[in-house]
Each structure stands twice: as structure tokens, then as C-alpha cells.
């Protein structure tokens, strides 16, 4: 196990509870787990609506954390 920092922006954090969170994980969990473990069916709604990104890149909600020190949970962005 290590220690993952996670972070939320924008709606995100409303929905997460929180705009930063460290929690302990294995290599093997996914940002998916990740999220289920922390706000249970809810979760559902984050990760069909926002992206992710481990270690700063864009990643699959499904793709392990492995080592890394951090992932992001982000908003759909609009603008004009």
C-alpha cells in the first residue's frame, strides 16, 4: 500500500466532499475503486461525468494506479 493524494475541482469537489484527500491504496485499485470506496454509489455519477488523470495524464477510469502519487478527478470544461 501507498499513500494517493486525490484531488477535485469544480463541481467535483462538491460532489467528493472535498477539494484534496490522501488515502492509502494499492497498486492494483482504480480510480474507479478509488472513488466507490469513498463516496459508494455516487461515485457512478462523478465517473460518468468527469475525467481522470494519474500522475498529471488523462487516463481510463479502469486503468490501475500502480505507484503513483496522485490522481485528479476533473470536470467537463466550457467556454466560449
Do not use: K
Not at 497498486?27 to 475503486?33: A, I, N
Amino acid at each position: 500500500m501507498h499513500q494517493l493524494r486525490i484531488l477535485a475541482f469544480a463541481q467535483a469537489r462538491s460532489l467528493l466532499g472535498h477539494a484534496e484527500q490522501i488515502l492509502e491504496v494499492l497498486p492494483t485499485d482504480t480510480p474507479r475503486v478509488i472513488l466507490e470506496r469513498l463516496i459508494g454509489n455516487e461515485s457512478e455519477q462523478i465517473c460518468g461525468s468527469c475525467r481522470v488523470a494519474i500522475n498529471l495524464e488523462y487516463r481510463a477510469w479502469d486503468d490501475p494506479v500502480g505507484e503513483a502519487s496522485e490522481i485528479a478527478v476533473i470536470p467537463p470544461v466550457s467556454g466560449g
